[in-house]
């Protein structure tokens, strides 16, 4: 069989042959990588000792350490500037002073509440044990921070493990009981 042209590339019946299947395309990439390692290894000849420096930087470099998780019995009070805060660029510290001004609660009451700040959101988590601080928290309007304020939106998330939605379907002559009796299903639980 004689060699095909597409594209302006000409390939062999052993590169377009259906029976290796994708053997061949791994094969192509393999040698290509390859040959880009080999390139890439005659330019940085003159960088070695650079590259072996940058090298051992970035093994050495140590990981950021995950966060605790937020205890599960706790309130969460979540918290979305709406007025260009940024809070990647504020100290931590900051936003809770901010917070705790803003809800009107003393620190010494606040102790046990923890932020959370969700970078990649632009958000403020709010851990809070007690009920009342839950309700001053959510009441927030404005946050002052560096002599500025910034508007803020608030929600209260759903207990770990439940969920809230709507129920179709429900006859006019059913109560509380007999609704709650067909929402719950004893089928796939453990």
Same mark, same amino acid.
């Given at each position: ?42 330019? +940085? ?64 009451? +606040? ?20 009920? +009342? ?58």
């Amino acid at each position: 069989m004689d060699a095909v042209e597409i594209e302006g590339e000409t390939l062999f019946p052993t590169e377009y042959d259906n029976t290796k299947g994708w053997v061949v395309a791994h094969e192509l990439r393999r040698k290509a990588k390859d040959k880009a390692n080999v390139v890439r290894a005659t330019n +940085a000849e003159g960088d070695s000792k650079e590259a072996s420096r940058t090298l051992k930087c970035f093994l050495h470099r140590r990981p950021v350490p995950e966060e605790p998780q937020l205890p599960q019995d706790d309130y969460r009070v979540v918290r979305r500037p709406e007025s260009g805060l940024n809070l990647t660029r504020q100290s931590v510290a900051l936003i809770r002073d901010g917070a705790l001004r803003a809800a009107k609660v003393q620190p010494d009451i +606040a102790a046990e509440d923890t932020l959370r700040i969700n970078m990649r959101q632009n958000t403020m988590i709010m851990s809070i044990p007690s009920l +009342a601080n839950v309700k001053e928290y959510s009441n927030i309007k404005e946050i002052k921070i560096n002599d500025k304020s910034y508007a803020t939106a608030a929600y209260i998330t759903t207990p770990e493990n439940t969920s809230k939605g709507v129920i179709h379907g429900i006859s006019t002559y059913d109560n509380q009981d007999g609704i709650e009796k067909k929402t719950w299903s004893t089928r796939g639980t453990r």
